[in-house]
């Protein structure tokens, strides 16, 4: 960003807040800025604030202008290029008698910015896209990943199929920026938060001052480090859309001092979901060697990512999970399986529909199948780096004509030995190319063949994710894709092979199957519970979360424990009463 001469007397406000040094708190406001986090085992520092000569530049929304003791010059654009985004939209259709979505729009056009909290299926797209209508200036819609940007595409120009588009705009006037495409200068444009965060510090003036209205789905996105560079680039009015803006981590203030606070906020729902904690008594034999190195960290303590992923070769486990999901089909709901592990998705995937090979059976290659004699031996990021640094000194010293035999004997070994080392890293990398090469090439087929069940990993387009989710009754999806964005009216249970800890993730996981539709079952929410120490722990964390849930928010939930311990063996929680239809006595 160009940093202009500016009064030092004078505070100015563009895609920040310019105050003079002079009339403020200097080192007390940077720290107020300054947010220090765990991210991967990694300390992160996040500084909210940038600094010239005269001022300190803050996020827009830190302090109230008009309280400010000093004049505040506003050198934003002042007026947008004019644009014509004619809406379809009725907005309150599906609920006539209730004005949720005509009240948040009306809090909108008042508003400056900040964020609308809707409860999922309230309508947070619906509003957003009739404020960009109502506005009719360029629009920036940032996204977190392609499974939601090719849904904002659909809502907004329909698929052809049964989804009415939202807006009258042809195709040629929604652009797009992601990845190399940078086709901006159209009436509305969605990019990803990656490719703007990527972008931020060349990002032309042109670009910034062309979008009037900045929409930024799934809002709490914005307060990571990377994504958090999209929060300052543009300015104008600025918009999250999220169900859950409050952060576990406390970093929510970093979109409420960008953007502001909460306008309009509604996270009542019409459908209460049943939910169910199933104990399945399985444990993990950790006095055996190959469980303890799937499951576990380098210090022999339970590592969860890992874990995830030795779920997905657990054969039992798996057969557990699909027979609650025959259960499910049985009673002719539509179910979403979600879990943390690719491998688990695919495996339940082909057991589900008799493909006669597990994804995790792919055999591993051999040093020999990639034209290697040398043995594979992966590096971490950390080891190569020191490697690295070691080589140079040790080929400076042996460049040293008067070195001692001896010592160089010894470094000539050393260098051999870490050149080795880079070598096996190297085979590794062939290794595993080569296995995510026979692993495209399964899935291949195993997506070729007729089948009765989606599935919505990153590597299935998400066209092709969108359309097994109208269309299948069963989905096996990651769980980032079940919990934001997911929009399927019909779908009305949801499986999770592994639990978590996060209130917020709940929120978004029980939302997926409380929109309502006519004809849809009640609502069910499953959690797989495992003799496992974290996976109780969480599960403990989830009860909870539940029994303390705002009364102003539908809460509290009750939810039932099938099979544990301290509860009446043999129950099962598929009865006829958990297939009432809302309403039914």
């Not at 009240?103 to 896209?129: E, P, S, Y």
């Not at 979008?211 to 789905?217: A, E, N, S, T």
């Not at 054969?315 to 539509?334: H, S, Y």
């Not at 939302?511 to 499953?526: E, Y």
Request: aromatic share 8%; charged share 25%.
């Amino acid at each position: 960003m160009k940093l202009l001469q500016r009064d030092p007397d004078k505070g100015y406000i563009d895609s920040l807040l310019w105050v003079p040094k002079k009339h403020v708190n200097v080192e007390g406001t940077k720290r107020a800025l300054t947010f220090t986090f765990l991210e991967q085992k990694n300390v992160i520092t996040l500084s909210l604030y940038r600094e010239a000569e005269h001022h300190l530049l803050l996020p827009r929304e830190f302090w109230e202008v008009k309280e400010l003791p000093f004049p505040v010059v506003d050198t934003r654009p002042r007026s947008y290029e004019r644009v014509a985004i004619p809406s379809n939209i009725v907005l309150d259709a599906l609920n006539p008698k209730e004005t949720t979505q005509r009240d948040a729009l009306a809090a909108l056009l008042k508003a400056r910015g900040g964020i609308l909290q809707l409860a999922c299926g309230k309508g947070k797209t619906v509003v957003a896209l009739e404020l960009a209508s109502r506005m009719s200036v360029p629009t920036l819609i940032i996204v977190d990943n392609t499974h939601l940007l090719g849904q904002w595409r659909r809502e907004i120009l329909g698929d052809g199929v049964k989804k009415r588009p939202l807006l009258g705009l042809s195709p040629e006037n929604v652009g797009l920026i992601q990845g190399d495409v940078f086709d901006w200068r159209k009436p509305i444009v969605i990019a990803t938060y990656q490719t703007l965060a990527n972008l931020a510090a060349t990002m032309s003036e042109e670009v910034r001052r062309w979008f009037g209205l900045i929409i930024w789905d799934e809002g709490h996105h914005i307060a990571a480090p990377t994504f958090a560079r999209s929060a300052d680039l543009f300015y104008g009015y600025r918009l999250a859309l999220t169900a859950t803006p409050q952060r576990d981590d406390g970093l929510h203030v970093v979109y409420d001092f960008h953007l502001g606070k909460i306008i309009y906020k509604d996270l009542t729902q019409e459908l209460r979901p049943r939910i169910y904690f199933l104990w399945t008594g399985l444990e993990l034999d950790l006095e055996n060697a190959a469980t303890k190195q799937g499951a576990c960290d380098k210090n022999g303590e339970l590592h969860l990512s890992k874990l995830a992923t030795y779920f997905g070769q657990w054969q039992e486990r798996l057969e557990r999970i699909l027979a609650e999901v025959q259960k499910m089909v049985d009673a002719g709901r539509k179910v979403l399986v979600l879990s943390n592990s690719v491998d688990e998705l695919i495996n339940l995937l082909c057991i589900w529909t008799n493909y006669g090979q597990r994804y995790t059976d792919i055999p591993i290659p051999t040093e020999v199948e990639v034209g290697e004699h040398v043995p594979a031996m992966a590096l971490t990021d950390q080891e190569i780096r020191h490697i690295k640094r070691l080589l140079p000194s040790i080929y400076a010293q042996l460049s040293d004509t008067k070195l001692n035999p001896v010592k160089r004997e010894n470094l000539t070994a050393r260098k051999q030995e870490l050149h080795h080392r880079l070598k096996m890293h190297e085979v590794s990398e062939k290794v595993e190319a080569e296995l995510r090469k026979r692993q495209r090439a399964f899935l291949v087929k195993v997506l070729e063949r007729p089948i009765d069940a989606g599935l919505m990993i990153h590597k299935v387009k998400p066209d092709v994710r969108a359309e097994m989710l109208r269309t299948k009754q069963v989905v096996f999806a990651i769980a980032k894709y079940g919990r934001e964005g997911l929009d399927e009216q019909m779908l009305d249970t949801i499986l999770a092979c592994e639990p978590f800890s996060s209130r917020n993730t709940l929120q978004q996981v029980m939302g997926r199957v409380l929109r309502d539709k006519a004809g849809k079952k009640a609502p069910i929410v499953l959690f797989m519970e495992d003799n496992i120490g974290p996976i109780i722990g969480m599960c403990q964390n989830l009860r909870r979360h539940l029994r303390e849930w705002p009364v102003e928010e539908n809460g509290p939930y009750d939810y039932e424990m099938i099979g544990h311990p301290n509860k009446k063996r043999g129950h099962s929680w598929m009865t006829s009463s958990t297939l009432r239809a809302p309403g039914q006595s």
